[in-house]
Nanobody, 121 residues
Framework: QVHLVESGGGLVQAGGSLRLSCAAS????????MGWFRQAPGKEREFVAA????????YYADSVKGRFTISRDNAKNTVYLQMNSLKPEDTAVYYC??????????????WGQGTQVTVSS
């Protein structure tokens, strides 16, 4: 069992930056691919970024490519999402997820409780 806890969300003005963290307990993250998803009110949960267990492979949604960076520190059992040049449309609850491999779609094995990101215009 993997327990995930996100942190780092908050209120930021458009153009600003935030760094989200996802800390894991229960099992080492070293064996897991990690992903970030987000869900805005009234919308489906959507993929944001993913990273392989080694950190050598990353994927991004087109909407965040060039602005967001996913990274991981396996020694700290933590995954990060650096978000720059934030836009009001980035406003959502952000969730981290873990699975033994990168999964297409939201069918990941483990999920955190989410952290709210609000970008004001």
């Amino acid at each position: 069992q993997v327990h995930l806890v996100e942190s780092g969300g908050g209120l930021v003005q458009a153009g600003g930056s935030l760094r989200l963290s996802c800390a894991a307990s229960g099992r080492t993250l070293r064996s897991y691919a990690m992903g970030w998803f987000r869900q805005a009110p009234g919308k489906e949960r959507e993929f944001v970024a993913a990273i392989s267990w080694s950190g050598g492979i990353t994927y991004y949604a087109d909407s965040v490519k060039g602005r967001f960076t996913i990274s991981r520190d396996n020694a700290k059992n933590t995954v990060y999402l650096q978000m720059n040049s934030l836009k009001p449309e980035d406003t959502a609850v952000y969730y981290c997820a873990a699975d033994t491999t990168i999964v297409v779609g939201p069918s990941w094995d483990y999920w955190g409780q989410g952290t709210q990101v609000t970008v004001s215009s």
